[in-house]
């Protein structure tokens, strides 16, 4: 929709010209996740910088319309259209092992969000992601859930997740916020001031992880 394009044309275009957006998504009219993409790629070779934000919406496979080589040469346009995907994975250890590592990443941080029905809460699943992070090479931080508005839990599977990765980003802090409009957009997102602080606890995680290596 439009007013999807606008939001994705702005937030990529305040760290321009560093990252892509494979996005789209043509909601409120209609919202089918086999159509819904947003896939975000900031790449700053000069100071050896790659953060790739993949979305993955529940159960529903993961999909974009670049590849690891295409898009590390280059930057890409925004993309504001659905058309046949390039790439597609059903399964989280399909992800990394087939999307992921090519990016060579040290750092792989997952979260569900608060997606009702995902793979997660399956103990099988997160061995399987252990042990594909585990063949990779590449160190594994699970984000735990944020806070509601409605104060509805949707971490129950946290603890699982946080033993079984390598460091657990733990953001129950959240949940002593005040639910007010300074805290929260909605029921769901929480507003800038708290995420700068989840940003920051995961800064300090990462600068932990540097220097005290496991």
């Not at 043509?26 to 947003?38: A, I, K, L």
């Not at 790629?41 to 000069?46: L, N």
């Not at 992921?100 to 995902?118: C, K, T």
């Not at 959240?174 to 929260?184: D, I």
């Amino acid at each position: 929709s439009r007013q999807w394009n606008e939001f994705f044309n702005y937030t990529s275009s305040l760290v321009h010209p560093h990252e892509s957006c494979d996005c789209y998504r043509n909601w409120p009219r209609r919202f089918q996740y086999s159509e819904h993409v947003e896939n975000r790629y900031y790449i700053d070779d000069e100071r050896n910088i790659k953060i790739i934000f993949i979305g993955k919406f529940g159960r529903n496979p993961t999909h974009g319309h670049w590849t690891p080589d295409l898009i590390q040469a280059s930057p890409q346009p925004l993309n504001f259209t659905t058309r046949p995907y390039a790439w597609t994975h059903p399964s989280y250890s399909d992800l990394i092992r087939e999307y992921v590592q090519p990016f060579e990443p040290d750092y792989f941080i997952l979260n569900e969000g608060h997606w009702p029905d995902h793979t997660l809460k399956d103990p099988a699943v997160v061995q399987e992601i252990r042990d594909t992070l585990n063949g990779t090479g590449i160190t594994g931080i699970y984000r735990t859930t944020s806070s509601r508005h409605d104060d509805m839990e949707f971490g129950q599977h946290d603890a699982h997740v946080c033993s079984m990765m390598d460091y657990c980003w733990n953001v129950s802090w959240t949940k002593e916020l005040p639910k007010n409009a300074s805290n929260f957009v909605d029921y769901v997102h929480l507003h800038a001031e708290p995420n700068i602080g989840m940003v920051q606890q995961l800064l300090d995680i990462l600068h932990d992880i540097r220097k005290n290596p496991k």
